[in-house]
């Protein structure tokens, strides 16, 4: 098969290209390089620098091709807060652009990256997907939005659509920006260089952790599997953990324990947990890699943790607050 992927130089989109190119597919990357990198790609896999809203190279880029992966996104919580314009922008407005040209090049198929964050502060855990959205950010705001438009596209041009809402993934390589890291390599980071970490809220806050490998096979079985056509799923470990537990998990793994510092502000929803019984049923989606073992290959695997790159000095005083609400 013909594929495309858009943002497919980043943590999951080239993990998901490299995977299919290995599986000898030709695949097609498109990346604006806002976060991606081209070193992460396979040398097989073809790769185009460009913006998703650029309707003519996407035009080239889609001829013959069977399906599309869009996962081109924003994806920083608090950074949407602070410019909304610009989350609607790629989020919302690349999307559409996207499927104007699907529409145009008679694509068949197109599977969305969604997250996990549109459910919002819910009172029924595990979250399913007939719950009313609750989004609570512009990012979640502008991630249904993109859901809603790619479904009703598709339901007009006769395009197969899937969305798959993806919660807390992790896994070797995934981006540690200065501010508002993810919460799963800025606690190993810490714990390896004897840093301290302030944790927002009381730390019971809970998330569904999911390791790259299994979100890759959901999003792989996504493009092939019937009868999904303009259906949401999740995909999550369907394990809930509290962020005091991941805390203990990463200083057991490390042999550094992390004392947290405390901010009892903030901290987002207080439980989001997926439900993935229809992941089951629709993707023959089952998790193999449980939340210990995953921090495991994430530290050996990922060459930032290895004893010989690590930070000389201590991080005492980079005391950076880790982002568990993004997806």
Same mark, same amino acid.
């Given at each position: 098969m013909k594929f495309l992927v858009t943002g497919g130089a980043g943590f999951l989109g080239a993990a998901l290209a490299n995977r299919l190119a290995r599986g000898g597919h030709t695949v097609r990357v498109l990346d604006d390089l806002t976060t991606g990198d081209p070193e992460r790609l396979a040398r097989n896999v073809l790769f185009t620098r460009g913006d998703v809203t650029d309707v003519p190279k996407l035009w080239t880029l889609l001829q013959d091709v069977?399906? +599309?992966?869009?996962?081109?996104?924003r994806v920083s919580v608090p950074e949407s807060i602070l410019y909304p314009r610009e989350y609607n922008a790629v989020n919302v407005g690349g999307t559409v652009a996207v499927m104007?040209?699907?529409? $145009?090049?008679?694509?068949?198929?197109?599977?969305?990256? /969604?997250?996990?964050? +549109?459910? !919002?502060?819910?009172?029924?855990?595990?979250?399913?997907?007939?719950?009313?959205?609750?989004? $609570?950010?512009p990012y979640a705001v502008s991630k249904l939005a993109a859901e809603h438009y790619v479904r009703t596209i598709g339901a007009l041009w006769n395009i197969e659509t899937v969305c798959l809402?993806?919660?807390?993934?992790?896994?070797?390589?995934?981006?540690?920006?200065?501010?508002?890291?993810?919460?799963?390599?800025?606690?190993?980071?810490?714990?390896?260089? !004897?840093?301290s970490l302030v944790v927002f809220g009381e730390g019971g806050q809970t998330r569904d952790f999911v390791y790259i490998d299994d979100v890759i096979d959901a999003l792989e079985a996504a493009a092939l599997a019937r009868q999904i056509d303009r259906e949401v799923i999740n995909i999550g470990s369907g394990e809930e953990t509290a962020l005091v537990s991941l805390i203990d998990l990463v200083g057991r793994l490390t042999h550094n324990p992390i004392t947290p510092l405390r901010n009892t502000s903030g901290g987002g929803v207080k439980r989001l947990w997926a439900n993935i019984g229809k992941a089951h049923a629709l993707l023959n989606y089952h998790p193999k890699v449980g939340l210990e073992e995953g921090l495991?290959?994430?530290?050996?695997? $990922?060459?930032?943790? /290895?004893? /010989?790159?690590? $930070?000389?000095?201590?991080?005492t005083e980079r005391r950076l607050s880790p982002d568990p609400r993004a997806s």
């Open positions: 069977d399906c +599309v992966y869009h996962l081109a996104a104007e040209a699907i529409r $145009d090049a008679g694509v068949k198929r197109v599977v969305l990256t /969604s997250s996990g964050a +549109v459910y !919002g502060a819910q009172l029924q855990q595990p979250v399913h997907e007939d719950l009313p959205p609750n989004p $609570d950010s809402r993806i919660f807390n993934a992790y896994g070797p390589g995934q981006p540690l920006p200065p501010s508002h890291a993810p919460v799963i390599p800025q606690f190993i980071k810490q714990a390896l260089n !004897g840093g495991r290959l994430t530290v050996e695997r $990922d060459p930032r943790f /290895s004893p /010989s790159r690590r $930070d000389t000095a201590p991080l």
